[in-house]
């Protein structure tokens, strides 16, 4: 089992910043890639980042592409999301997810923390 616990959620004004910690306990933290997800109201789970076990590769979705950063301090079992530029659409609940080295669904969640941006 691994355990995710996410923070640093909040209200914050459109164009600013907001950086997201994810704390992973439980299982070897490097064994896995580790993703940010986002749900907003009414809407389905939307990908938001991932980042590989190493730290060395990251994908985004267009639409955070160049405004938000993961990466990850596998001494510390965190995984981060920096967040830049916020828009308004970037309102939700943000969750963190674990996926085993080489598998293809992610088998652990965090209670995800809420991000809201106002204008």
């Known amino acids: 089992q691994v355990q995710l616990v996410e923070s640093g959620g909040g209200l914050v004004q459109a164009g600013g910043s907001l950086r997201l910690s994810c704390v992973a306990s439980?299982?070897?933290?490097?064994?896995?890639?580790m993703g940010w997800f986002r749900q907003a109201p009414g809407k389905e789970r939307e990908f938001v980042a991932r980042?590989?076990?190493?730290?060395?590769?990251?994908y985004y979705p267009d639409s955070v592409k160049g405004r938000f950063t993961i990466s990850r301090d596998n001494a510390k079992n965190t995984v981060y999301l920096q967040m830049n530029s916020l828009k308004l659409e970037d309102t939700a609940v943000y969750y963190c997810?674990?996926?085993?080295?080489?598998?293809?669904?992610?088998?652990?969640w965090g209670q995800g923390t809420q991000v809201t941006v106002s204008s």
């Open positions: 439980g299982r070897t933290f490097s064994y896995y890639d």
């Open positions: 997810g674990a996926r085993f080295v080489g598998a293809d669904k992610y088998d652990y």
């Open positions: 980042i590989r076990w190493s730290g060395e590769i990251t």
